[in-house]
């Protein structure tokens, strides 16, 4: 109660001043006595000046998968039946689909119904450069030779560009991921959350440990 929530503010500088931090970006200057840091941690050190150098090859080695993500819309009620499915075929191109609707009728419009299709995009990747355009046209021609849709009921595309989708724990995560928390530890700023830890952790598990984190951060405070 009584929270004061900023939102809808890219954060462009993160910088040490008085005690606290100066937080700044497209919702101007604001003023912290404690940061917890939720962003990919590699973009939050891009943002903050003197940065030792291990500290930062340390961050630019961490491996990830980006994603792209398109929904398809169809004019009729034939996606409400399931919740997702692992397509594990190299010759399709997303490797997971999600129905929409399943989850709740209120997501789709009446007699019509959607599907996620996400694609796995490792950096450097051809899929990478392709257009949203051309990466749609391919999504549907694959699903339609599967028999998931029909590519003359489709009413509706997006397509969502993520740049950090999935961790990768190679050998090195475990230093990398190391130098970089002891470095915010001395810092004062928590980490906290998937890529800000660097961690392939699920949304339960973000949800756990802010909880406990609120709780310690709140204790402190009394
Ligand atoms: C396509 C997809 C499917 C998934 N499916 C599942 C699933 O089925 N089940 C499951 O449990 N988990 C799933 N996940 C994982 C789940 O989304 C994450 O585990 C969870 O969202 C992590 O929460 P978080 O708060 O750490 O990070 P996020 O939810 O990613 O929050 C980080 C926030 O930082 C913000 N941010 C980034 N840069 C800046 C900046 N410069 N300034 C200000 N804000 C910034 C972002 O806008 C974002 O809101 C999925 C993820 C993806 C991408």
Not at 74 to 92: E, F, H, Q, R, T
């Amino acid at each position: 109660q009584g929270a004061n929530v900023t939102t809808a503010f890219e954060v462009e500088r993160i910088s040490a001043e008085a005690g606290g931090w100066f937080v700044s970006g497209s919702g101007g200057h604001k003023f912290y006595d404690r940061l917890v840091l939720t962003m990919p941690v590699r973009e939050a050190l891009r943002r903050m000046d003197n940065i030792p150098q291990g500290v930062m090859a340390a961050a630019e080695a961490l491996r990830y998968n980006s994603l792209r993500v398109i929904l398809i819309g169809v004019g009729n009620s034939s996606l409400m039946d399931k919740s997702a499915v692992y397509i594990p075929d190299p010759g399709v191109t997303p490797h997971r689909i999600c129905f929409m609707g399943f989850f709740s009728e209120d997501n789709v419009p009446p007699g019509k119904s959607s599907l996620i299709a996400e694609v796995t995009v490792p950096p450097g990747h051809e899929l990478e450069k392709i257009s949203d355009a051309s990466l749609t046209e391919m999504v549907v021609d694959d699903l339609h030779r599967v028999g998931i849709i029909d590519r003359r009921d489709v009413v509706e595309t997006e397509v969502t560009n993520i740049t950090y989708g999935y961790v990768i724990h190679d050998l090195a995560h475990k230093r990398n991921t190391a130098i970089i928390k002891d470095y915010f530890a001395s810092l004062g700023i928590h980490l906290h959350g998937r890529f800000a830890e660097f961690e392939y952790i699920n949304m339960d598990e973000v949800i756990k440990r802010s909880m406990t984190l609120a709780a310690k951060l709140n204790d402190q405070e009394a």
